[in-house]
């Protein structure tokens, strides 16, 4: 399990990061996500041991984070780190021999993986002629090639289609299966949601929520989906606690206040007539980090 411990970083006048902790566990897809300038790509660099955190700490199976140990972490960087010039072949060998893989090991490995993400016809291609999609992918192939142990991910998602996008998450996915804890940074919201286990929420160097995608949109207001066809204009007008918020046909978004009785809504739409849907409406995560970046920047 890696679990980051009430981590500060400053800049000068500027912290990055202010007593930020979470953990991920094995097994476990966690999205890390916020604005840009949040302190994502910080965090992820004291993690690898580029950056020196000013205090806090940083635990890998129960234990301070060593050397030894960041060797054994695939990393994608926001900025790809890759040799455009080198063939992919050759780049993935070396990226596994650094990581202690001997020659033959590092190209058996490196050939595995190719043909798993599909490029092995590009074995011998420069990074360079390939296209930005399949670019990421070898990124991907350098971060696995070593058969790491935890996955340290920013952005990877950048630039890929969709086809692109769930190759990849099924990647992911399987070595989380296999038990290895898996960080990633994503603006693409919609993915996150799709794919973690769990979710972080930073603001200004601050962890403002987290939890599973369920847990983070429990927390927004109370809001039901009513299809009452025949209901009239205002008919939950009586009704203590309740407003609406849109209206879409025979669709009625409605919210509770705090200790309203949506059952009562109930019996109040069906005493119109059918009631063809009665749901609760729970925000996408993209809705929730509006909110979250909202209620911040007021609170500040």
């Known amino acids: 399990m890696l679990e980051l411990s009430h981590l500060t970083k400053r800049y000068g006048a500027l912290e990055a990061l202010h007593d930020l902790s979470f953990t991920v566990k094995p097994g476990e897809i966690f999205g890390f996500v916020g604005a840009n300038g949040a302190g994502k790509t910080t965090t992820m660099r004291v993690v690898l041991g580029v950056l ?41 060998e070396y990226f596994a021999q650094l990581h202690g893989l001997k020659r033959k090991a590092a190209r058996e490995a490196s050939t595995a993986l190719l043909e798993r993400l599909g490029l092995a016809d590009r074995a011998k291609s420069q990074l360079q002629s390939l296209s930005h999609g399949n670019q990421q992918r070898v990124q991907l192939a350098a971060a696995l ?83 009452a066809p025949g209901a009239g204009a205002g008919w939950y007008g009586s009704l203590s606690g309740t407003t609406l918020v849109e209206q879409d046909g025979s669709r009625w978004l409605l919210q509770f206040d705090d200790g309203a009785d949506d059952q009562a809504v109930l ?34």
């Open 52 to 92: 020196e955190a000013d205090s806090g700490s940083v635990i890998w199976d129960g234990s301070p984070i060593t050397f030894a140990a960041r060797r054994r972490i695939g990393y994608i960087p926001e900025d790809r780190g890759l040799y455009p010039k080198m063939t992919v072949i050759a780049q993935l």
């Open 145 to 227: 090639v070593f058969s790491p142990e935890l996955l340290v991910l920013d952005e990877p998602f950048a630039g890929l289609d969709p086809v692109a996008v769930d190759s990849m998450t099924e990647i992911l996915r399987s070595e989380a299966d296999a038990g290895k804890p898996v960080v990633l940074s994503s603006h693409q919201l919609d993915i996150v949601e799709r794919i973690c286990d769990r979710v972080g929420i930073i603001n200004h160097g601050k962890m403002v929520a987290t939890g599973t995608v369920d847990e983070l949109t429990e927390r927004g207001p109370l809001r039901f989906w009513v299809d």
């Open 267 to 300: 019996r109040a739409a069906l005493a119109t007539g059918p009631v063809h849907e009665f749901r609760r409406d729970r925000p996408a995560l993209t809705q929730l980090f509006r909110d979250v970046m909202t209620v911040k920047t007021i609170d500040e």
